[in-house]
DNA sequence: CTCGCGGTTTTCATACTATGAAAACAGTTC
DNA sequence: GAACTGTTTTCATAGTATGAAAACCGCGAG
């Protein structure tokens, strides 16, 4: 039954490269929280022994994948992961296409918009054009990452995706950001599929108490939910364009890219056919968890 | 003699990890001119056995280092990429300090400027922003690289470096692009002593023929050169303004920079102390050459 | 419909690589 | 100067990554 018969089943019929999983380990132990770590750091974060947490370090810093202050100390992501995302940037296509909606969005509404993506069960931002009002600048950035469960892209991403990230979100403990934050799995089930229903997600303080924000999945040709769009503020100013229709702004946006991508569906129709991958899609990293017959 | 027992002599006294290093290889064989691959592409460009090359790229999929096109075809960097790169951006606080001077220099010269650094031979881009006249956007954009011969950024970060990156350009072919490239190792050495005695670089044409640009070094607190500015433009508009000082601002607002990182020298000096590794740099990739003794 | 071809995926025995415990080393603090 | 804390190196060995070759797949031509 085509079990891997080595240790770690893992993408197709294929075993984990070890070595090469634990490099990319100690890559994602870096985030926007902890952008710079000693070894010791390192070890706790990813449960390796020192010697081999430093071999490995040393050949990601050499090969400029990692950054290190002057020769010991701490480490960080290095340049030649600017380089890689640059080409990565360069082949979303939703990006190029979705810019100028985007921007039509922002000098519409003079809030501040966004383009995100789901990147295994947290959300990525692709693109982010500041709003006018010279106001407090959301902490939002392109290559940030924020949790799907109490945004507004991260539902609008959940409920119109394929529904392996909701499952995978939904067994998960879900953290509380503030009251509003919801943290029950069923309750968050419940409220992806009135999402599903309106077409549009909000996210009313779930994540920072003052900010309001809503969001429309982007599908590609296929109909795959492959991004979403959102336009964000502070409650106050939000609330009043919520009045004089920002959401239908929002969605009617995110309609129009769906269409310069290719997309001719109109009605917000559930995934059926898990065919395609095209475009986005990171699959659950650390561990794999018990034995999906798939 | 202390020379690695084990096969590769890498970064301290360390072996390479061999499946790390490929995997590593076939991330950077994606740039902008092939940002898509497939298995046999890679194959091509990184001389390994299309087994392994599948293997690895299945793990590094797995992981979001790459994505791949409904499930088997063409490869290309993923999302994981951007979120680290974000990461890495956030680390670099050249970045935010340069930012505001940056912006008067584009501001006042309605030229695009951008920040840069040297990865390896080749220069990258850390920031860039658009010209005010709303004509040919460059090429350029955060993440790109460009040769370090040709390119004013590239000569300044060249001459003020430390030396290493400077042989190791001039040790290499140079690749013509224009009629003004300059391709002799001798002539480009000669150049860059030059450019160490004025304080700043000028590229006229040499990577693309209309376009001139002027480049200053960026120094860190301890005088090491980490970055470069420059301004660049039309070969016509770029002239006039050059008549009017232009050389003058940009050198003036690299020295500002430099000194909101720290920097109290001001005189143009040769980098002498080798121990810091402050900000950039990444070693030679592929093959180490012939053995540096230290 | 079948054959053949270029490409991708899987298998499998083995060589040799990556591993981590432990020891050396360096830098700081008391 | 002694006692730490954290980093670097060593080294014998377990067991992993390797790549040749075979299976597979999809597609276009006959």
């Known amino acids: 039954m085509k079990t891997a018969r080595n240790g770690q089943a893992s993408p197709n019929g294929h075993y984990r490269i070890r070595s090469i999983d634990r490099a990319l380990t100690i890559l994602d132990a870096f985030d926007s929280l902890r952008p710079r770590m000693s070894l010791t750091d390192l070890c706790q974060a990813t449960q390796l022994p020192p010697s081999t947490a430093y071999r490995i370090a040393a050949n990601l810093v050499h090969r400029g994948y990692l950054s290190q202050d002057s020769g010991r100390g701490d480490y960080w992501p290095g340049l030649a992961l600017i380089r890689l995302a640059g080409v990565a940037l360069g082949q979303l296509d939703v990006r190029e296409k979705a810019a100028p909606t985007l921007k039509e969005l922002r000098d519409d509404s003079k809030e501040t918009v ?14 982010k054009l500041e709003g006018l009002h010279a106001v407090g ?3 939002s950035r392109v290559g940030r990452t924020a949790p799907a469960h109490c945004t507004a892209l991260g539902k609008a991403l959940l409920a119109f995706g394929d529904g392996d990230a909701e499952e995978d979100v939904i067994s998960r403990k879900l953290e509380r950001f503030t009251p509003r934050t919801i943290v029950d799995g069923a309750l968050l089930r419940g409220h992806l599929a009135k999402v599903r229903e309106q077409g549009y997600a ?3 303080g779930e994540h920072e108490t003052d900010v309001r924000c809503i969001a429309a999945p982007v599908r590609d040709h296929s109909g795959k939910t492959i991004a979403a769009i959102s336009v964000a503020g502070p409650a106050q100013r939000m609330e009043v364009q919520m009045g004089r229709g920002l959401i239908k702004d929002v969605v009617a946006a995110a309609n ?12 917000p129709r559930s995934q059926e056919d898990g065919s395609e991958r095209t475009t986005v899609g990171r699959r659950d990293s650390r561990d794999e968890r018990s034995g999906r017959t798939r």
């Not at 789901?118 to 692709?126: A, Q």
């Not at 129009?256 to 009605?267: H, Q, V, W």
Request: glycine share 10%.
């Open 114 to 127: 966004h383009l995100a993506a789901l990147d295994g069960r947290r959300v990525i931002y692709l693109e």
């Open 202 to 204: 909000i996210d009313v």
């Open 137 to 139: 600048l959301m902490s």
């Open 256 to 267: 129009r890219i769906c269409r310069d991508l290719g997309y001719l569906g109109d009605a």
